[in-house]
């Protein structure tokens, strides 16, 4: 149980053209789904946390115009970077997590999208 | 707020050794606890997780992880290596929950034949 997918894990882009990457939770329905980004040989740092219905809260620094996210369902949120340039390129994962009790206890991982911006 | 540093950024052991990945952790409130491992190329995989009762935590794969609180550390520890265990491995603090989860720095376990 608790499998999270995203979609495309691979995806190639031309500079300024936008890219969109969905977050799916398989067999739970999440009331939280988070977007992390990852460069090489570092820690996941987190972009952006969205509730399902909600607008997105976005971490500082993160910019809310390029980072385009939508929770539209509870087993679906999705993260579009428009207009991507070069620096854009990164691993993107998203994360999901499942209210147990009343409390949101685990994060279950998606297994990642690398963006290339050429 | 909430802070998580893992000692020691690249791990060697011997196939068959004795693994141990140390984290520490700083929190006002209690925190829950997390270990991931990351293989190369994919998403963050759960090892284990402390939220309240036991502190020795029993994860998957031969992993387990003690949470001291006077020592505000939850080292994560295996008996014996495979060579399939060699991945980089996250420690992870929240409170309230998953809500936000704060990452250390990862430690790239590398395993010897």
């Known amino acids: 149980g608790a499998v999270v997918s995203q979609h495309p894990s691979w995806v190639i882009c031309k500079s300024g053209t936008s890219v969109k990457i969905e977050c799916r939770s398989l067999?739970?329905?999440?009331?939280?789904m988070f977007w992390y980004r990852q460069f090489p040989k570092q820690s996941l740092m987190l972009m952006a946390t969205?509730?399902?219905?909600?607008?997105?809260?976005?971490e500082q620094g993160v910019e809310k115009d390029k980072f385009l996210i939508n929770h539209a369902s509870l087993t679906l949120s999705t993260l579009t970077v428009t207009s991507a340039h070069p620096e854009d390129s990164s691993f993107y994962i998203c994360?999901?997590?499942?209210?147990?009790?009343?409390?949101?206890?685990?994060?279950?991982f998606g297994p990642g999208t690398r963006l290339l911006v050429l | 707020a909430q802070s998580v540093t893992q000692l020691g950024s690249h791990v060697s052991v011997s196939e068959g050794a004795l693994v141990l990945l140390r984290c520490n952790y700083s929190?006002?409130?209690?925190?829950?606890l997390f270990w991931y491992v990351q293989y190369p190329n994919q998403g963050l995989q759960l090892l284990l997780k402390?939220?309240?009762?036991?502190?020795l935590v029993k994860g998957i794969n031969g992993f387990e992880a003690e949470f001291k609180k006077s020592e505000t550390s939850f080292h994560l520890t295996k008996p014996s290596a495979h060579m399939s265990d060699a991945a980089e491995y996250f420690c992870?603090?929240?409170?309230?929950?998953?809500?936000?989860?704060?990452f250390g720095q990862g430690t790239r376990l590398t395993i010897n034949p």
């Open positions: 929190s006002s409130v209690p925190p829950y």
């Open positions: 969205s509730n399902e219905g909600s607008k997105a809260t976005y």
């Open positions: 992870a603090v929240s409170v309230w929950g998953a809500q936000k989860l704060v």
């Open positions: 067999d739970f329905q999440a009331t939280t």
């Open positions: 402390y939220t309240t009762g036991a502190t």
């Open positions: 994360s999901a997590s499942a209210l147990t009790g009343g409390v949101q206890e685990t994060q279950y």
